[in-house]
T-cell receptor, first 115, second 113 residues
Framework: EAGVAQSPRYKIIEKRQSVAFWCNPISGHATLYWYQQILGQGPKLLIQFQNNGVVDDSQLPKDRFSAERLKGVDSTLKIQPAKLEDSAVYLC?????????????FGPGTRLTVL | DAKTTQPPSMDCAEGRAANLPCNHSTISGNEYVYWYRQIHSQGPQYIIHGLKNNETNEMASLIITEDRKSSTLILPHATLRDTAVYYCIVRVSPWSQGGKLIFGQGTELSVKP
């Protein structure tokens, strides 16, 4: 089975520029997560979708970050405008609901460097 | 979701068992213990999870104390490829009951030849 796909893998931008990341979850997975991982720290949950609805976005800095999941499949995460402290790896994960299947499969991440 | 406490780092000799502890003293009755690991430059990878019984799969064993306030992940024969950061997470499952994957700092395991 294909895993979670993310693109791009790397992105370098200047501060105040905009950037977007794309995630394609595993087919049939209803739940999708976006995480931010700053170097040396554990991943921090930014937003959680169930199908195309937001379950939790309490940690998403909504003044500059936005995310959508149209049609309950692919998702994009946008930062506008970027700050230096946004330099991090952005991870996407998906999971299949259910007691046995709710494990969370992660993509390889997008490494963002803001100069 | 309950918080967890893990040692920041551990060493293990190649071929020996690696025992990674996790404290979760505030765990609720409906919260599961999950373990993930993250190898350098990769996304986290699911290892194992359990509620109250000990669990074993092809990767590892999970031992949960009777009071469920702590657990130990056991890698029975550690190899150099097991060098990674290991995260212990407690959460409700499935998501529809409010479960989220909330990561702490994890334990950095170094397997040495």
């Amino acid at each position: 089975e294909a895993g979670v796909a993310q693109s791009p893998r790397y992105k370098i931008i200047e501060k105040r520029q905009s950037v977007a990341f794309w995630c394609n979850p595993i087919s049939g997975h209803a739940t999708l997560y976006w995480y931010q991982q700053i170097l040396g720290q554990g991943p921090k949950l930014l937003i959680q979708f169930q199908n195309n609805g937001v379950v939790d976005d309490s940690q998403l800095p909504k003044d500059r970050f936005s995310a959508e999941r149209l049609k309950g499949v692919d998702s994009t995460l946008k930062i506008q405008p970027a700050k230096l402290e946004d330099s991090a790896v952005y991870l996407c994960a998906s999971s299949l609901d259910g007691l046995a299947g709710d494990l969370g499969f992660f993509g390889p991440g997008t490494r963002l460097t803001v100069l | 979701d309950a918080k967890t406490t893990q040692p920041p780092s551990m060493d293990c000799a190649e071929g020996r068992a690696a025992n990674l502890p996790c404290n979760h003293s505030t765990i609720s009755g409906n919260e599961y213990v999950y373990w993930y690991r993250q190898i350098h430059s990769q996304g986290p990878q699911y290892i194992i999870h359990g509620l109250k019984n000990n669990e074993t799969n092809e990767m590892a064993s999970l031992i949960i104390t009777e009071d469920r306030k702590s657990s130990t992940l056991i890698l029975p024969h550690a190899t150099l490829r097991d060098t990674a950061v290991y995260y212990c997470i407690v959460r409700v499952s499935p998501w529809s009951q409010g479960g989220k994957l909330i990561f702490g700092q994890g334990t950095e395991l170094s397997v040495k030849p």
